[in-house]
């Protein structure tokens, strides 16, 4: 689904299993954010294929967090020449942690490779220039990026639409959060791409998307 010139969405509206919401960023350098489960991934590339995206055509990952729902699809880029980019505090995590927690979740730990670190700062993919912006509290090593171009945020597990992310899973911490979620709040946004429910859309109504999340929860958090 196209939102804007090399902007896409594709999200996950089924109610019988847990997935991400998917996003590519076009142009000479196609990025895809956040490629979901193994299992549910021929879905996404049926989905990419509507727009003229093949796996192939995918130059560079980004995995927002390195939760299975987010990151396990990973695998299906492993033969191909796609660069796969994690936060390092995210690779250590999985190096560290991912085996048990896999497990603990019913699944084993798929295989992967970290190609880069993305840390805090300017990122260049093609013709466009992001921002890493490390937002701990939901995950280890947990990023969003900010495409200031066009005021867009992509939130991974941070913030939702009348909503925010969990914290009890391994390496989730609260207050982190409602700090990440203070400091996001102050960018100037227009769409805010969610890593799960639908997009908030308009300058206006992603303030009050803040405003309402930090009023009805900072008080259980």
């Known amino acids: 689904m196209k939102l804007l010139d090399d902007l896409y969405f594709y999200p996950w509206e089924s ?5 991400c919401n998917s996003y590519v960023i ?8 956040d490629p979901g489960h193994h299992h549910l991934f021929p879905k996404l590339s049926e989905a990419m294929a509507a727009d003229g995206f093949q796996p ?15 990151f396990e699809a990973i695998q299906n880029f492993l033969d191909l020449e796609t660069r796969i980019s994690l ?3 995210a690779e250590r995590f999985i190096e560290e942690h991912g085996e048990h927690f896999f497990r603990v979740l019913g699944m084993n730990l798929p295989p992967y490779r970290v190609d880069f670190h993305l840390v805090e700062g300017e990122l260049e993919v093609g013709e466009h220039r992001l921002r890493v912006i490390h937002t701990p509290g939901h995950a280890p090593g947990s ?4 495409w200031s171009e066009v005021k867009a945020l992509f939130a991974g597990d941070v913030i939702f639409s009348q909503s ?3 914290t009890d899973l391994p390496g ?10 203070d ?6 946004v227009s769409l805010l791409l969610p890593g799960h429910g639908p997009v908030v859309q308009g300058k206006g109504e992603v303030k009050r998307n803040f405003h309402l999340v930090r009023t009805m929860f900072y008080g259980m958090i």
């Open 15 to 19: 109610m019988a299993e847990n997935n």
């Open 26 to 33: 076009g142009g000479a350098l196609p990025t895809l954010i």
């Open 56 to 70: 192939k055509d995918i130059k560079l990952i980004i995995a927002t967090h390195a939760h299975p729902d987010h």
């Open 87 to 89: 936060h390092p505090e």
């Open 143 to 146: 990023i969003c990026i900010y």
């Open 164 to 166: 925010l992310g969990r």
């Open 172 to 181: 989730g911490n609260s207050a982190l959060l409602k700090e990440t979620i």
């Open 183 to 188: 400091r996001l709040a102050s960018l100037e």
